[in-house]
């Protein structure tokens, strides 16, 4: 009984003597920025004229120490017209971003946060979701990313929320941190950030103390890594390529939350290394999500004074340098089996130019029959999100969505990036999460 109570005390003791090893952070070494290169190309080179990924890039760079003026210049224009003039139709997590995006390092950007009221707005769209979820039985207006994001936000930038909210809300049974059966990393990590700060808030006595709540929180807090770390794949990523920077960031911060022996951080970073050189980060939100992370950085760094050190200088920044793409091998054919599943199964044999997105077979399909293929998108900042195949069409409210496979087994891309293959199965499936 004795030793059972003073063993986890000497623990304690040594573990707050070295401070280094409260967050375990593995980070590229400065002589290995070269290999964040392609990462940075991406983010800076591409043309930012729609969706939030302006503000996901300029988030990211800035977390990292790198200011690049003309993206920031176009951020602001973006949050200025989204603010005045399309508010009710930016998503409650888009607008957390937007706040983390202006308030990240203290900057002057800052005072446009309350300049537009925009944390108050916030208040009220997280109310709206969780009205949603009321009306709708436990389905948000968007998601538990999004949810995540919000929690985030108003915590890190003195919003009010109800911790007694988040502890109703964010239990790790909870169906919205799942898409079918497949628990999300990238939703579990974002929760994970938001649990953190919101406990840390509880300890700093900046939301009235409820030792319950903490209590609760920490307990959903290891659950919720519990369930990341089970995601982790053998080569070191964690969920999947584009979970996985998230992830680390969500593990930095919860090291208390398991063992060493648990997690070779070292593992996943050389992995994501990999992935970059091979181009796997070719969309400027994925190389926005992973970058923090390879650099120490977590969202709960963002309105710390001592965060945002320059880090341009160790980059050669220009933008006129020339993109690395794969040559299209342009004068080829391929055929697929493109299907699309509803209750029925329909499918043709479509040939498209070999180098084509999943994308271009859908338009092909639909040009040879409008009927079973017709479908319409919506440009996104990750690209075309797929809404209606049919002119049946996805609901939030009911949790369908027309899912992407590629021999029965779900793509990690949409439909604008997969690049399609010779004799592939594709399909597009009417599927609930
Ligand atoms: C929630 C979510 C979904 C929900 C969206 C509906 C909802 N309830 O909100 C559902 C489950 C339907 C979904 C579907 C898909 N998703 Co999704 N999704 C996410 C998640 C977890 C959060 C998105 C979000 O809200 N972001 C915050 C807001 C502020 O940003 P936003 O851009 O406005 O968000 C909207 C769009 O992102 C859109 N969306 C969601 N997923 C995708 C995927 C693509 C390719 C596009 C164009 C748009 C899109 O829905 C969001 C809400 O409106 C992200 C995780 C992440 N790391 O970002 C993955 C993520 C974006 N999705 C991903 C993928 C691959 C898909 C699918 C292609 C999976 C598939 N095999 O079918 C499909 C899209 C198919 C289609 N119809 O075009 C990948 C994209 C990776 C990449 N390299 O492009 C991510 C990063 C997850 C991952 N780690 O693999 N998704
Ligand atoms: C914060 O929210 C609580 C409950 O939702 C409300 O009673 C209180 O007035 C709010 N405070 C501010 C400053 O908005
Ligand atoms: C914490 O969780 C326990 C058990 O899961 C529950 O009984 C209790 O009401 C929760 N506390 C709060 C403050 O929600
Ligand atoms: C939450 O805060 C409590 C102190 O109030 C602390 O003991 C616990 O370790 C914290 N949990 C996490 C996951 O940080
Ligand atoms: C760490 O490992 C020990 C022994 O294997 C185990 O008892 C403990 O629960 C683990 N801790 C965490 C946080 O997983
Ligand atoms: C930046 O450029 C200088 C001179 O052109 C070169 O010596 C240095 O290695 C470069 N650094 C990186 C990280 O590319
Ligand atoms: C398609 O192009 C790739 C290289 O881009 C090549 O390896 C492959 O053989 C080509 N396939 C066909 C069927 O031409
Ligand atoms: C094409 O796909 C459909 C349904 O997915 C399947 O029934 C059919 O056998 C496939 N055709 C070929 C040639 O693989
Ligand atoms: C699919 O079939 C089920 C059972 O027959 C039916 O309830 C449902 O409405 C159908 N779905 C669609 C989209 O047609
Ligand atoms: C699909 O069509 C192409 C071109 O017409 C043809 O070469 C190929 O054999 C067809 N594939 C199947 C499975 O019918
Ligand atoms: C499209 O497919 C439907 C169902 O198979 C068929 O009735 C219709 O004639 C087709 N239209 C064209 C233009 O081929």
Request: some cysteine; glycine content about 6%; proline content about 3%.
């Amino acid at each position: 009984m004795r030793q059972s109570q003073q063993l986890p005390l000497v623990g304690l003791l040594l573990f707050s003597l070295i401070p280094s090893q409260l967050c375990e952070i593995c980070e590229v070494s400065e002589e290995n920025y070269i290999r964040l290169k392609p990462l940075l190309n991406t983010m800076i080179q591409s043309n930012y004229n729609r969706g939030t990924s302006a503000v996901n890039v300029v988030l990211s760079l800035k977390l990292v120490g790198i200011q690049i003026q003309t993206l920031m210049k176009k951020m602001i224009q973006q949050i200025k017209y989204n603010v005045k003039s399309r508010l009710s139709d930016v998503s409650s997590g888009e607008l957390a971003l937007i706040i983390l995006a202006l308030g990240v390092c203290h900057n002057p950007e800052e005072n446009l946060i309350y300049d537009y009221h925009l944390i108050d707005k916030l208040e009220n769209k997280f109310q709206a979701e969780i009205e949603n979820m009321e009306a709708h039985n436990g389905t948000p207006l968007t998601n538990y990313y999004q949810l995540s994001l919000d929690v985030l936000a108003l915590c890190l930038f003195n919003g009010n929320y109800s911790t007694a909210e988040v502890v109703n809300h964010f239990t790790p049974e909870n169906k919205n941190y799942y898409f079918g059966s497949q628990f999300s990393v990238d939703t579990g990590a974002m929760a994970v950030l938001a649990l953190t700060c919101v406990n840390r808030s509880l300890i700093n006595g900046q939301v009235k103390a409820d030792e319950g709540n903490s209590k609760n929180i920490s307990i959903y807090i290891k659950s919720l890594v519990e369930k990341i770390l089970s995601e982790k794949k053998e080569n070191g990523l964690i969920g999947n390529t584009f979970s996985t920077g998230e992830a680390m960031q969500a593990l930095f911060v919860s090291s208390d939350y398991y063992n060493e022996s648990d997690w070779n951080c070292q593992q996943t970073l050389n992995t994501v290394l990999t992935e970059i050189s091979q181009g796997a980060f070719s969309n400027p939100n994925t190389a926005a999500q992973v970058l923090p992370a390879l650099m120490g950085k977590t969202f709960l760094d963002i309105n710390k004074d001592s965060s945002c050190v320059s880090a341009s200088g160790n980059f050669n920044i220009s933008s006129d340098e020339p993109v690395t793409v794969t040559p299209p091998d342009s004068q080829s054919y391929i055929s697929v089996n493109y299907s699309v599943r509803i209750n029925e199964t329909y499918f043709a044999n479509v040939t498209v130019l070999n180098g084509s997105v999943f994308l271009r077979v859908m338009e092909k399909a639909q040009k040879m029959n409008d009927t079973i293929f017709g479908f319409t998108m919506e440009e996104r900042s990750w690209g075309p999100y797929i809404t209606c195949i049919q002119g049946l069409c996805a609901n939030n409210n009911d949790r369908t969505y027309w899912e992407l496979l590629s021999g029965g087994e779900p793509l990690s891309q949409g439909a604008g990036s997969y690049v399609v293959h010779n004799g592939e199965n594709l399909e597009v499936r009417w599927s609930k999460y």
